[in-house]
C-alpha cells in the first residue's frame, strides 16, 4: 500500500484530481471507477478544472460507478445516477453513454448486478478505481460481513450507513434498505485503486483498514492485498496511525 498522508480535505481533493487527471492523460481511453459520498466531491470540482484547463479530455473515457441504492429511480434527486451526473458527469466533456452505473429500478436486481458485472468486463475491466471509505470500513456498499463478495450484488445496508449518508436526504426514513453494489471482487480486479479518507471520523476505520489484519468484518482491508494501491488521507484520517 503507499499511504500517503495531506494536510487536509482541499489538498487530498486537488492531489485525488491530479492523480485522475494524469491517469486520463496517460491513458485518453480510461476506464474510470466512481464513488459517491461528501470526500469525492472535492475531488470531482478539482477534476474539473483540469478539464477546463484544457489539460485532460474525457471524450474517450468511460466511468463505472460502484453502487446504486436499490428502489430509486435514476430520475430520483437522491440516486447515485443524479450525483455522479451532476456532480462531474456533466460539468466535463464525456458523453453520457459512456457513463455506466447499476440501474437502481431494474425488474429483476439480479439480472441487473450481472448486467453491470459483465459490463465491466465487456469494457476491458476498470483502469482506476475511485474510493471513499464508511466510517464501518466499508468501501462501495460493501458492509461489514462474514465473507467478501466476489461480484456485483444486492446489499442490505447497515444502520450506520443509513445515518451516515442520512445528510444527503430530508430525513432517514427516506434512505433505501439495500442497495446494488460492486463486489469486493470487482473492486479488487481494478488495475489501480485511490481510496480517499478525510477527517476524524474515519481514523479508526483507517486504522483497520492499514494496521490491521485482513477481514470482512472491515472490507477495506482488503485492499491490503491490492498490487497498486494509493491511500491518500488528511492528517486527522491519520491520526490514530
Ligand atoms: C457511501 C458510498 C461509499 C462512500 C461512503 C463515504 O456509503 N457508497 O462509496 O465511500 O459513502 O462517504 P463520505 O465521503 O460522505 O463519508
Known sequence: MNI?????????????????????????NSIIGTATGYTALGVYSSLVEHYESGDADFSKVQIFNLDEYWGLDKDHVQSHYNFIKANIVDQINIPIDSFNIPNGAAVDVFTECKRFEKSIDKAGGIDMQLLGLGRNGHIGFNEPSDYFSPYTYLVELSDTTREANSHFFRNINEIPREAISMGIGTIMRARKILLVASGIEKASAVRQMIAKKVTPDCPASILQFHPDVTILIDEAAASLL
Open 4 to 28: 500517503q498522508v495531506v494536510q487536509n480535505y482541499e489538498q487530498l481533493s486537488r492531489i485525488a484530481a491530479f492523480m485522475i487527471a494524469t491517469q486520463v492523460i496517460s491513458k485518453p
